[in-house]
């Protein structure tokens, strides 16, 4: 008869040995006296990074990885002979790299190095390994680890075109239909340049939100990133957060995370519709709630600056809205205007046509020509990224920052889709921590508040306010 139990105690000791195998040997740490927390390796996330099918771009896999490094993960590379050598030695020497394996590794080790990370990142994944992860059996050594990690639950992630394109149409529909089969099995997908950011995502302890802290200083002005500050059991958002950029500690008796989220808010009515009972209750809620600003239509904002004298909250006012094809003279009288009446930001509409067709000039000398208009006041500039390739809200955020916007904003509300979580976190990169980034239309409730925030907005414009902090969700596209 088997021995159950003679078998159990044989597979914990295999377990145990391959544990010590690839875990470090040298565990001890030095004393710091320091009040944060020490990481020692056993705490930290381990990401495993196979680097197999030669297609990779290795100037943006780098960027990933240093990410990824300098937040504090550990990562294990295996690399194939089809990585340059140059990239090979840019990788092995970024902060973090752990482990290097250019060469065969045992079976037994792919199971240890799978069994001891957090995630497995492919950020080029051939069609070879496409067919082995599909029939869920390894066949080299890059097959048995991401069939392992599946197995295993792991999140397996790789870029969204799985990192390879074919000139022969059908030989890439065929690639498309084993990578969509491939995420039916588990396999995770994100835009290249975004794979660290969903690595975070998936690998931190999503614990509850409830405490948080945040200085809208910096938010005021150019926009940089917030301060913030949350309570004990929140690390999986905290981490999220940390990881783009935003300083984090920890303290109890903070305040609700929704009033402090509220100064976030630019609370919005741009409707055409509304009423001054509307405008009036729009400015009692922003008050009561503590939010950034109200936006709203220029002709609102006299009464706006009437209401809200003596309060912290700021009078934000359209401009050239909601086309952006307006001439230039036109936005710089509106922008005046408002703030003559009263405006303390102006949230300018791009001239989408312009930027589509590739005239970068008359798009920077518009924003330009607004912002010497808008004086010390923030100018925010709407690109409408719903109706711009990915390609295009890159070139738009450059031209605005070298334009000297303060913020760049993604949407009016009134065109084809809103914030996209994507969209903050690719004009973030592109802007940097000397801008804001004002994530607008579509946001809903508090959740998607949050996620905005945790891809890089440091402003968010929603008519959904009072829902984003009352814990409800609106229905509202603005």
Same mark, same amino acid.
């Given at each position: ?388 390739? %990915?390609?295009?809200? @890159?070139? $738009? !955020?450059? =031209?605005?920052?070298? *334009? &000297?916007?303060?913020? +760049?904003?993604?949407? #009016? ?37 949050? %996620?905005?925030?945790? @891809?890089? $907005? !440091?402003? =968010?414009?929603?008519? *959904? &306010?009072?829902?984003? +902090?009352?814990?409800? #969700? ?5």
């Amino acid at each position: 008869m088997i021995d159950q139990e003679l078998i159990e105690q044989i597979t914990s000791e295999v377990v145990k040995q391959l544990a010590n195998k690839f875990s470090p040997t040298d565990t001890a740490q030095p004393v710091v006296e320091s009040s944060d927390p020490v990481l020692t390796t056993a705490d930290k996330q381990r990401v495993l990074v196979l680097l197999i099918a030669g297609n990779e771009d290795i100037d943006v896999v780098e960027q990933q990885l240093r990410e990824l490094g300098d937040r504090g993960f550990l990562l294990d590379l295996i690399m194939s002979e089809s990585v340059p050598q140059s990239g090979r030695e840019r990788l092995k020497n970024l902060p973090g790299v752990d482990g290097v394996y250019e060469s065969a590794v045992p079976e037994v080790g792919c199971f240890g190095l799978v069994t001891r990370c957090d995630a497995v990142l492919i950020p080029a994944i051939s069609f070879d390994l496409l067919n082995q992860i599909n029939r869920m059996e390894g066949s080299d050594i890059s097959g048995r680890v991401a069939v392992e990690a599946l197995s295993q639950g792991k999140t397996v992630l790789v870029p969204e075109d799985g990192g390879v394109t074919s000139t022969n149409a059908k030989i890439q529909t065929k690639y498309d239909q084993q990578l969509a089969n491939a995420t039916e099995l588990g396999l995770q997908t994100a835009p290249l340049h975004e794979l660290s950011y969903q690595l975070l995502r998936s690998t931190v302890n999503s614990g509850e939100l409830t405490e948080v802290q945040v200085s809208r200083e910096k938010t005021a002005n150019r926009g940089g990133k917030p301060t913030l500050t949350v309570g004990k059991g929140d690390q999986g958002y905290g981490a999220v957060l940390e990881a783009e950029g935003m300083r984090l500690s920890t303290t109890i008796g903070v305040r609700d995370v929704k009033q402090e989220v509220a100064g976030y808010i630019d609370h919005t009515l741009l409707n055409p519709d509304a009423t001054r009972d509307e405008i009036v209750q729009l400015c009692k809620e922003a008050s009561d709630f503590g939010f950034a600003s109200v936006c709203v239509n220029p002709s609102w904002v006299t009464l706006c600056s009437e209401l809200l004298r003596g309060t912290d909250v700021r009078v934000c006012t359209v401009i050239g809205f909601p086309l952006g094809a307006t001439t230039t003279a036109t936005k710089v009288q509106e922008t005046r205007e408002a703030i003559t009446n009263g405006a303390d930001e102006i949230d300018m509409v791009m001239n989408i046509g312009a930027l589509k067709e590739g005239n970068d000039d008359y798009v920077r000398r518009d924003v330009a020509a607004v912002k010497e208009a808008a004086g010390n006041r923030v100018l925010k500039v709407i690109l409408e990224t719903g109706m711009l390739s %990915d390609t295009q809200k @890159a070139q $738009a !955020s450059k =031209i605005c920052k070298e *334009a &000297g916007a303060d913020f +760049v904003k993604t949407s #009016t509300g009134f065109g084809p889709g809103g914030a996209k979580m994507n969209d903050i976190a690719l004009m973030r990169r592109v802007v940097g921590e000397e801008m804001g980034v004002k994530a607008s239309g579509g946001v809903h409730n508090f959740e998607e508040a949050i %996620d905005m925030i945790a @891809a890089g $907005a !440091s402003r =968010i414009g929603a008519s *959904a &306010g009072v829902a984003i +902090v009352s814990g409800g #969700t609106s229905d509202s596209d603005y």
